[in-house]
DNA sequence: ATGTTTGCTGCAACCGCTTGCGTTAGGGCA
DNA sequence: TGCCCTAACGCAAGCGGTTGCAGCAAACAT
């Protein structure tokens, strides 16, 4: 849970972005392990959103004995390596953007509990503002904002 | 435990916002009970963030017998009220808003662990771009964006 | 092959917070 | 003042995630 860091090879295809991971790990100083490899085969066949808990139950249908602490301490390794990247639900929960995926944030509707993606453009003036004001460079991805939708706004439901 | 009190408007002393609480509940058909008195109190002391577990502390020097569970609940309620305001931090913990406070977002470095508050006018652009293109209604308060700042950005920790 | 280094694993305990449930007690009303 | 309804409480278990530690095993060198 540090440092953003594309992947130069990210832009190519699910599989060659995963393929060159055992050499990434090992040109740092870091290891390939079984567990690891487990971890790496369930995230290649993932696309969008999932939490921890759901990769914990996919790693355990290929190896029942996965075990949670192993799983969210390679999760951490591979966001350091930029081949995934985390943020919160409006629980605060651990949401996980499985590469390749364009960066985004999200919203979510504290009524109804819809949730909606922000793309750059639309979060390009915050990001700039944020830039200039703070000069601070913001992670879109670590980004959920919540509020209310259109809908609930107009019909509030029940409440 | 109630004992009759010669001295009616003895009690009073909080601040204009809190003092109404009260009576805020039991017009929704809710309870003014020791246990609210005790985080109310707490509460009308408290200025800026504090955690839940912060305030569970604070309890306890109060009411020893203070149960975690209550104050969370409790909190839940005021927070319905409209007497306080929660966000998460970049780790996704809570952090309650005790107002009155300008409504504001955080920012977060994730490489020096430092943060900052975004107001309203820093957060202008982003909220009327949300407004326009996605209808929404957001909550400043709820918002913490994660990122760099321009000091780790020139001279990354050791990283 | 074998040894050595040290990163990684599994375990168990823990943290912040939530939830289900049986019991207590607030508070409107007689 | 006492009754009654039900909101709120305390407890214990649970959930998602983290951490310290002792043993294990990748990786590289011999
Ligand atoms: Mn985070
Ligand atoms: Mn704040
Ligand atoms: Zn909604
Ligand atoms: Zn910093």
Redesign the pocket.
Same mark, same amino acid.
């Given at each position: 849970?540090t440092s953003p860091r594309p992947n130069p090879s990210a832009v190519i295809r699910g599989d060659a972005l995963w393929s060159g991971i055992r050499d990434d790990? =090992?040109a740092r +100083?870091? =290891?390939?392990? /079984?567990?690891?490899r487990t971890l790496v085969e369930v995230l290649s066949k993932t696309q969008g959103h999932v $939490? +921890? #808990?759901q990769l914990v139950e996919r790693c355990r249908a290929i190896d029942p *004995?996965?075990? /949670?602490?192993?799983v969210? =301490? $390679?999760l951490d #390794?591979l966001e350091d390596l930029g081949l995934i990247r985390h943020g919160h639900g409006a629980d605060g =929960? *651990?949401e996980f953007h499985v590469l390749p995926a364009a960066e985004h944030g999200h919203i979510y509707c504290h009524s109804c509990g819809g949730t909606w993606e922000i793309g750059h453009d639309q979060a390009a003036s915050l990001l700039e503002t944020l830039a200039s004001e703070h000069r601070f460079t913001a992670d879109l991805s670590h980004v959920t904002i919540a509020g209310r939708c259109a809908a609930c706004l107009e019909a509030p439901p029940s409440a």
């Amino acid at each position: 849970m540090t440092s953003p860091r594309p992947n130069p090879s990210a832009v190519i295809r699910g599989d060659a972005l995963w393929s060159g991971i055992r050499d990434d790990l =090992r040109a740092r +100083g870091l =290891r390939w392990t /079984p567990q690891r490899r487990t971890l790496v085969e369930v995230l290649s066949k993932t696309q969008g959103h999932v $939490t +921890g #808990v759901q990769l914990v139950e996919r790693c355990r249908a290929i190896d029942p *004995e996965t075990t /949670p602490s192993t799983v969210y =301490r $390679t999760l951490d #390794v591979l966001e350091d390596l930029g081949l995934i990247r985390h943020g919160h639900g409006a629980d605060g =929960r *651990e949401e996980f953007h499985v590469l390749p995926a364009a960066e985004h944030g999200h919203i979510y509707c504290h009524s109804c509990g819809g949730t909606w993606e922000i793309g750059h453009d639309q979060a390009a003036s915050l990001l700039e503002t944020l830039a200039s004001e703070h000069r601070f460079t913001a992670d879109l991805s670590h980004v959920t904002i919540a509020g209310r939708c259109a809908a609930c706004l107009e019909a509030p439901p029940s409440a």
